[in-house]
């Protein structure tokens, strides 16, 4: 018996940052006529779904427009049916509007080309074509088949027309599934909250119900609970919505495959290695964890490459991730959007283990290059070289001790102002020709390095600590 049937297409919005895609969401949501309140949609789950005038429902994904979230991106042109490629007409095409378009056609999906922001001045819809037409795109009107939509979303134009065509575009591809079919559905995002692991997911084919076994990644699970966009708990979510669901006990990667069928696992599994993660002379070894998984991905793939994830997560920082810290040899953890307890924050400092929370993606990484330019080095002394004189055929720097401490088994750095001239250790620590150990500060010194430098008076050690 024939079961396949027409399913909501699901539409994923790109396109340069600050164009205009978020402004664009709100407005088709407000424009919903089955939502009782303008922008009442719960927008956590990751998409959101919008029935139109003529009682179609198109399902929307959410997807970030920063430069740090194109892997993001690239998961949300994977899983969606067609796209809307937004450029806002008084800025034209940019770096963010090109890599869009080339996930876009990586994918292999229809688009619909949005011309955000009309009613400004400054906008040119003309150079808008010829823009894109230097980047392969052919439109309806110039010889092509690529619609393109003006739209001013401050004043509410062009928004029922944005819903018409993506209908028209959906009704063209014919975009069909089968609810009796085994699920098939794409997480979309990852969060936990009060209620528990939470994956956001949309359906593709099948029906996902409560009390259902699912498998992901080698992950198998018992669905405990399903919510839809606006949060209600529901019983089944069927082809092209999206649903939050409750059961998993470890929540998949963003962008895999939740199926019905326990095979698939199997054969997810067969295809992953195991990672052995080393860290090299240089690098910064870090843990990182995020309040979702889509933030947390974004952060792992705008990391320099001189930083080494040892381990990440979604949800707070919790006691466990700083004892892995000390252990795996890790000094900071990087916390974005996730808390901290007072009792996490002591046990971390009492292992040497450093919290840095950040709430802008732009500040981590900030944070991450600054550490990276200081060598991940904790100054813990520094002295200043007042005086020379040979012993022994060597060299002997008499020092006074101007910052904490100067200890026999550290490793200094001779600087003459900004310039570095070297890292030695101490072969002869003394203090009025008596071995000694340690140097207070104010206390003065007589040190013999190796290798020996050509320092001078005036010359500063600093005593460091990786």
Excluded at 28 to 42: F, L, M, P, Q, Y
Excluded at 396 to 403: E, H, I, N, S
Aim: glycine content about 10%.
């Amino acid at each position: 018996m024939q079961t396949t049937q027409t399913r909501p297409p699901i539409v994923t919005v790109l396109g340069h940052v600050d164009h205009g895609k978020t402004t664009l969401l709100d407005a088709i949501r407000k424009s919903n006529v089955a939502s009782k309140e303008a922008g009442g949609i719960t927008q956590s789950i990751g998409a959101s779904t919008v029935t139109t005038k003529e009682g179609k429902t198109i399902t929307f994904i959410d997807t970030p427009g920063h430069a740090a979230f194109s892997k993001m991106r690239s998961r949300g042109a994977k899983v969606a049916d067609l796209a809307l490629l937004v450029v806002a007409a008084d800025d034209g095409v940019k770096p963010q509007t090109i890599e869009a378009l080339q996930l876009i056609k990586a994918a292999n999906i229809p688009f619909i080309v949005v011309a955000s922001k009309v009613d400004l001045p400054s906008a040119s819809v003309e150079t808008l074509y010829g823009q894109l037409e230097k980047e392969q795109v052919l439109f309806e009107n110039r010889g092509g088949a690529t619609p393109l939509v003006q739209v001013s979303a401050k004043n509410g134009t062009g928004i029922e027309e944005i819903l018409e065509m993506i209908s028209l575009v959906a009704d063209l591809e014919e975009i069909k599934a089968d609810p009796k079919a085994i699920l098939e559905a794409v997480v979309i995002e990852t969060t936990k909250n009060t209620r528990g692991l939470l994956t956001s997911a949309v359906v593709r084919n099948g029906t996902l119900k409560v009390g259902q076994e699912v498998y992901c990644e080698g992950l198998r699970a018992k669905v405990r609970g399903l919510f839809d966009d606006k949060g209600q708990s529901v019983k089944e979510i069927i082809c092209g919505f999206p649903a939050q669901i409750l059961g998993f006990e470890k929540l998949p990667s963003v962008g895999a495959v939740i199926s019905g069928s326990e095979a698939s696992m199997a054969l997810q599994v067969e295809g992953k290695k195991e990672l052995q993660i080393k860290v090299e002379e240089g690098q910064l070894p870090v843990i990182v964890k995020a309040k979702n998984a889509g933030s947390l991905e974004a952060i792992i793939a705008g990391l320099p490459k001189d930083v080494v994830v040892l381990d990440s997560g979604v949800g707070d920082v919790f006691e466990s991730d700083v004892l892995l810290a000390r252990s795996s040899g890790a000094k900071y953890i990087l916390a974005f959007e996730s808390k901290a307890p007072t009792s996490v924050m002591k046990l971390a400092e009492a292992e040497g283990v450093k919290i840095e929370a950040f709430q802008i993606i732009y500040e981590l990484f900030q944070k991450v290059e600054e550490i990276l330019k200081g060598g991940q080095i904790e100054i813990l002394g520094k002295a200043e070289i007042v005086a020379s004189f040979p012993f022994n055929n060597k060299k002997v720097a008499g020092c006074r001790v101007t910052l904490g401490r100067i200890n026999k088994t550290d490793t200094l750095i001779v600087q003459r102002g900004e310039k570095e001239l070297g890292r030695v250790k101490i072969v002869s620590l003394k203090k009025q020709k008596q071995d000694i150990a340690e140097a207070k500060i104010g206390e003065e010194f007589g040190v013999i390095f190796a290798p020996q430098l050509d320092f001078a008076e005036g010359d500063v050690i600093v005593s460091v600590r990786k």
